[in-house]
């Protein structure tokens, strides 16, 4: 199913810790957005010099790969999952058409789509297609996708 200009961008954000597989963490970020070469950073924890944490990000804005990204992401969804999104877009977003989810960093190293409501996670900031962009039309838009999507 095509999403013609459902979303404008995706921003991500993956925290690596020095106890996790980083290059597994990485093969995970490569499902999730095939084809990216995300910005690298490290950060000291707050316990010193044996807590460092590597930081991952990047934006991702060609159409194409936010339509894959969609794709992908709803497919491997169960319609369950798919139903408590439909339900949890007014509080997953802002006044800006940002829709936050998190996908769990574990299930997504099995090449696995789960959406947390908090936790170790990566983040994602989804910039909602909303004219004019508004909290209302953008979750309006959404839930019409989403209500297609499940019943089809």
Same mark, same amino acid.
């Given at each position: 199913? /095509?999403?013609?200009?459902?979303? #404008?961008? @995706?921003?991500?954000?993956?925290?690596?810790?020095?106890?996790?597989?980083?290059?597994?963490?990485? !093969?995970?970020?490569?499902? +999730?957005? /095939?084809? +990216?070469? /995300?910005?690298?950073?490290?950060? %000291?924890? $707050?316990?010193? !010099? *044996?807590?460092?944490?590597? $930081?991952?990000?990047?934006?991702?804005?060609?159409?194409? #790969?936010?339509?894959?990204?969609?794709?992908?992401?709803?497919?491997?969804?169960?319609?369950?999952?798919?139903?408590?999104?439909?339900?949890?877009?007014?509080?997953?977003? *802002? !006044? %800006?058409?940002?829709?936050?989810?998190?996908?769990?960093?574990? &299930? $997504? %190293? *099995?090449?696995?789509?789960?959406?947390?409501?908090?936790?170790?996670? +990566? #983040?994602?900031? $989804?910039?909602?297609?909303?004219? /004019? &962009?508004?909290? !209302?039309? &953008? +979750?309006?838009?959404?839930?019409?996708?989403?209500?297609?999507? @499940?019943?089809?």
């Amino acid at each position: 199913m /095509p999403m013609i200009n459902m979303i #404008h961008n @995706i921003k991500y954000r993956l925290f690596v810790y020095n106890d996790e597989d980083e290059d597994k963490l990485l !093969e995970g970020l490569n499902y +999730i957005f /095939p084809d +990216i070469l /995300p910005e690298k950073e490290e950060a %000291q924890g $707050i316990f010193g !010099e *044996d807590d460092e944490i590597i $930081i991952y990000s990047g934006i991702i804005t060609k159409k194409r #790969h936010t339509n894959e990204f969609l794709n992908n992401l709803l497919e491997n969804l169960s319609t369950d999952d798919i139903k408590k999104l439909y339900n949890d877009l007014d509080k997953k977003t *802002d !006044e %800006q058409c940002n829709l936050f989810l998190r996908l769990s960093k574990e &299930a $997504i %190293q *099995d090449e696995k789509f789960i959406i947390l409501d908090g936790g170790d996670s +990566i #983040h994602l900031k $989804i910039k909602i297609a909303a004219f /004019p &962009a508004k909290k !209302e039309i &953008a +979750i309006k838009n959404m839930k019409e996708f989403l209500y297609e999507y @499940i019943n089809n």
